[in-house]
């Protein structure tokens, strides 16, 4: 039964029913794929080697951005995430050299060691840390982790894609105009009031939105990009996106 509980839904963020959802969601999706290409573009890793935390098949992952790289360990609690992160990217990935390897392996318990086992790779945490809360319940424990993380990872090159807020929208926008909705600002700006409400009206937000606890992750003066994404037709996410330079 665990075994097929994992298959399902791989400790609540991830699994058969995510990864079916994905399927038939990529065409909606593809305007926040691009605003994260669009981000990821402009970053300069400073290693030939990725860890690649919570990268599950890579569905909204840009191949050029894992082309940057020689060698990629990919860290997934997901079963499944090898066989789909190699359906979709890894023919490419193979035939341009790339040594890619899974990892199954709760990479955000284990970084501490990670780290020392791997002193010059770059980090990247693909839109993991806002699944944390769901795994843990403990929701004052969830934001002094998430928060620890710049601490953790002082003098290493690593970023990080992640959910900030989640809710119920009203339907009038379409995903066409995403691209006039991303947003630079450094991390301390993205936790004022004003910029939040902003941010919920532009997307029709209604009815209660979740925090997925992740406002501290990166320090007050780090450059962030927010980028809505239609993850269901009337039910959206805010994601930030930033780099730090070590």
Not at 48 to 57: C, D, M, P, R, Y
């Amino acid at each position: 039964m665990g075994l097929i509980r994992d298959l399902i839904h791989a400790g609540g963020t991830g699994g058969l029913n995510w990864h079916v959802h994905a399927h038939y969601s990529m065409e909606r999706w593809q305007p926040t794929v691009q605003l994260v290409d669009q981000f990821l573009g402009q970053v300069q890793p400073q290693s030939e080697h990725l860890l690649l935390i919570g990268g599950s098949a890579g569905w909204m992952m840009p191949p050029a951005w894992l082309a940057r790289f020689k060698r990629i360990d990919a860290y997934d609690i997901d079963p499944l995430a090898p066989w789909l992160f190699g359906w979709r990217h890894g023919r490419r990935l193979k035939a341009q050299g790339i040594d890619v390897q899974h990892h199954r392996l709760d990479a955000l318990a284990a970084l501490p060691d990670l780290l020392r086992e791997h002193p010059t790779a770059c980090i990247w945490f693909d839109n993991v840390l806002g699944q944390h809360r769901y795994r843990v319940r403990d929701e004052a424990l969830v934001e002094h982790e998430l928060a620890q993380l710049k601490t953790t990872l002082k003098g290493r090159h690593w970023g990080s894609l992640h959910d900030v807020w989640s809710g119920p929208t009203d339907g009038r926008l379409l995903p066409a105009g995403l691209n006039v909705w991303s947003h630079h600002v450094t991390a301390k700006q993205g936790l004022d009031a004003g910029f939040s409400q902003k941010l919920l009206a532009s997307v029709g937000a209604k009815e209660v939105w979740h925090d997925h606890l992740t406002g501290h992750v990166f320090a007050p003066e780090t450059q962030t990009t927010w980028m809505p994404w239609a993850f269901k037709a009337n039910y959206w996410h805010w994601l930030q996106a930033g780099w730090v330079s070590a």
